[in-house]
Nanobody
Framework: QVQLAESGGDLVQAGGSLRLSCAASGNIFRINDMGWYRQAPGKQRELVADITRGGSTNYADSVKGRFTISRDNAKNTVRLQMNSLKPEDTAVYYC??????????????WGQGTQVTVSS
């Protein structure tokens, strides 16, 4: 069974920083694209950033220059460094990954989410 587990969400003041981490576990053969999404109350879930296995990255316009996504293929982890946080960054952040398990075909997996709250 494959699982994604996020950590690092917290309450922080505007202008502060947080680092989110996500670890994939289980019978994993290969992890391809990994990413972070967020969902604020009353809004749709949106892509924040994603990263290919080779390290190519993509960011939402709203976080460019403030957030950095990175991954460690050997440890099956992905991180999101968030700087210069704004109240509008408040949301539940979800880890997402395309994972091929040992026993089957590639599927898309979600973590349970971690709350980030930015106070003004």
């Amino acid at each position: 069974q494959v699982q994604l587990a996020e950590s690092g969400g917290d309450l922080v003041q505007a202008g502060g920083s947080l680092r989110l981490s996500c670890a994939a576990s289980g019978n994993i053969f290969r992890i391809n694209d990994m990413g972070w999404y967020r969902q604020a109350p009353g809004k749709q879930r949106e892509l924040v950033a994603d990263i290919t296995r080779g390290g190519s990255t993509n960011y939402a316009d709203s976080v460019k220059g403030r957030f950095t996504i990175s991954r460690d293929n050997a440890k099956n982890t992905v991180r999101l460094q968030m700087n210069s946080l704004k109240p509008e960054d408040t949301a539940v952040y979800y880890c997402n990954a395309n994972i091929r398990p040992d026993w089957g075909t590639e599927k898309n997996y979600w973590g349970q989410g971690t709350q980030v709250t930015v106070s003004s």
